[in-house]
């Protein structure tokens, strides 16, 4: 079946540092999604990703959608420390329901 | 997008007893979800909520155990039956609100059996 694999599980930063982390799929997919759940709250998208080779802002967040159509980026430039989380990379799938990855912790040091 | 309204946003039930979570949403959508959010894991699909027929469950996941009901285009409910510890998870609705653009999730249950 469909499996994604992310990567990392978890990051530790300093504020106004750079992150980048990514998301490779077993099978080829239409559509790559980006989301973000804070503690105590449901998961929100963030981009969405539809071509291959696609590049999308949204702020200080990018994210690609690889041109072989497996894998997927997620960049955030400048961190904050409101961008600590858990970022999930998610791909619909053949009955247009979403499969999540594994989620990258993201922590933001003092 | 919707704004989805997530009941209760938290319990804490006995084993045994069984727990219906309700979703509603502020507009008509097409399809609604349920996932379940084990500690410190990722989302996974429960089932799909459909309006006037059973709900469509995914490999692992029972009606037995998480009956649904789905009785209008706003609504829906998740029933976490016969509770054991290891139901103890973050339960979730989502919708499909905008066709292909992605799923707007509700705040979730947090749901601790003791």
């Known amino acids: 079946g469909q499996q994604l694999n992310q990567s990392p599980q978890s990051m530790f930063i300093q504020e106004g540092e750079d992150v980048s982390m990514n998301c490779t799929s077993s099978?080829?997919?239409?559509?790559w999604l980006w989301y973000k759940q804070d503690p105590g709250e449901g998961p929100v998208l963030l981009i969405a990703l539809y071509k291959a080779g696609e590049l999308t802002s949204n702020g200080r967040l990018t994210a690609q959608f690889g041109t072989t159509r497996k894998d997927s980026f997620l960049n955030i430039s400048a961190s904050i420390p409101s961008d600590v989380g858990i970022y999930f990379c998610a791909e619909t799938n053949r009955d247009d329901k979403i499969i999540f990855g594994k989620g990258t912790r993201l922590h933001i040091l003092p | 997008s919707a704004v989805i309204s997530q009941k209760p946003s938290r319990d804490i039930c006995q084993r045994g007893t069984s727990l219906t979570i309700q979703c509603q949403v502020d507009?008509?959508?097409?399809?609604m979800f349920w996932y379940r959010q084990q500690p410190g894991q990722s989302l996974t699909l429960i089932a799909t909520?459909?309006?006037?027929?059973?709900?469509?469950?995914e490999s692992g996941f029972v009606i037995d155990k998480f009956p649904i009901s789905r009785p209008n285009l706003t609504f829906s409910t998740l029933t976490v039956s016969n509770m054991s510890p290891e139901d103890s998870s973050i339960y979730l609705c989502?919708?499909?609100?905008?066709?292909?653009?992605?799923?707007?999730f509700g705040s979730g249950t947090r749901l601790t059996v003791v």
């Open positions: 507009s008509q959508v097409t399809m």
């Open positions: 989502s919708v499909d609100f905008q066709q292909g653009n992605g799923y707007t």
């Open positions: 099978s080829i997919f239409n559509t």
């Open positions: 909520a459909n309006q006037g027929s059973e709900a469509t469950y």
